[in-house]
């Protein structure tokens, strides 16, 4: 069982940064592909980007390529979601995921997870 815990969320404003944190314990950290995907109130949930066990190789949804970065500390057991130039539709909750599945590409589908965070809110105002 793996446990994940999100923080860094929070209220700014269009142009802003922030950067999100998920702290995993339990499994094995470095077993584990990672992600982050986000949710509106509304909408679907969606992914934003993917991280392997070792950090090659990072994917990015289209609305956050150039923006977003993602990384991960095996050390720390802690996968960062580093997000520059923060528009309005960005804000919606924001959840980490942790996947066992890591042979082939990198997954993209919500059902291609294991593991979930409780998530952590990030709002863009104007």
């Known amino acids: 069982q793996v446990s994940l815990v999100e923080s860094g969320g929070g209220s700014v404003e269009a142009g802003d940064a922030l950067t999100l944190s998920c702290a995993a314990s339990g499994r094995t950290f470095s077993w584990l592909n990672m992600a982050w995907f986000r949710q509106a109130p509304g909408l679907e949930r969606e992914f934003v980007s993917a991280?392997?066990?070792?950090?090659?190789?990072?994917i990015y949804a289209d609305s956050g390529k150039g923006r977003f970065t993602i990384s991960r500390d095996n050390a720390k057991n802690t996968v960062y979601l580093q997000m520059n130039n923060l528009k309005l539709e960005d804000t919606a909750v924001y959840y980490c995921?942790?996947?066992?599945?890591?042979?082939?590409?990198?997954?993209?589908?919500?059902?291609?997870?294991?593991?979930w965070g409780q998530g952590t809110q990030v709002t863009v105002s104007s």
């Open positions: 995921a942790a996947s066992r599945i890591t042979v082939g590409a990198l997954k993209t589908q919500v059902k291609d997870y294991d593991y």
């Open positions: 991280i392997s066990r070792s950090g090659a190789g990072p």
